[in-house]
């Protein structure tokens, strides 16, 4: 099992840009696929973005892509998400999640095994 922490969180602007981090601890962080998944006001759980565990595959819901970038460093065992161009829709509870598996990248809530607490994060218009 791996603890998750996030951070970055916080209160900005429509059209404004945030980082999210979450720091992970425990299994090795490097062998497994991370995402981010959000649950607005009132909204289900929904997917955003996701990476392989070496980095060089990547998924985006179609709201987020060309806005949104998920990264990893496996050094830090820390996984990234750069939020641009932020809406008021984007307001939500981002979580990170360590997925369960090492193959391919993972993009349903059933195939993640560990979840952060969340971060908020709010866009004002």
């Known amino acids: 099992q791996v603890q998750l922490v996030e951070s970055g969180g916080g209160l900005v602007q429509a059209g404004g840009s945030l980082r999210l981090s979450c720091a992970a601890s425990?299994?090795?962080?490097?062998?497994?696929?991370m995402a981010w998944f959000r649950q607005g006001p009132g909204k289900e759980r929904e997917f955003v973005a996701a990476?392989?565990?070496?980095?060089?595959?990547?998924d985006y819901a179609a709201s987020v892509k060309g806005r949104f970038t998920i990264s990893r460093d496996n050094t830090k065992n820390t996984v990234y998400l750069q939020m641009n161009s932020l809406k008021p829709e984007d307001t939500a509870v981002y979580y990170c999640a360590g997925s369960t598996t090492t193959m391919g990248v993972a993009t349903t809530p059933k195939d993640f095994g560990s979840w952060g607490q969340g971060t908020q994060v709010t866009v004002s218009s």
């Open positions: 425990g299994r090795t962080f490097s062998r497994f696929g």
């Open positions: 990476i392989g565990w070496s980095g060089r595959s990547t």
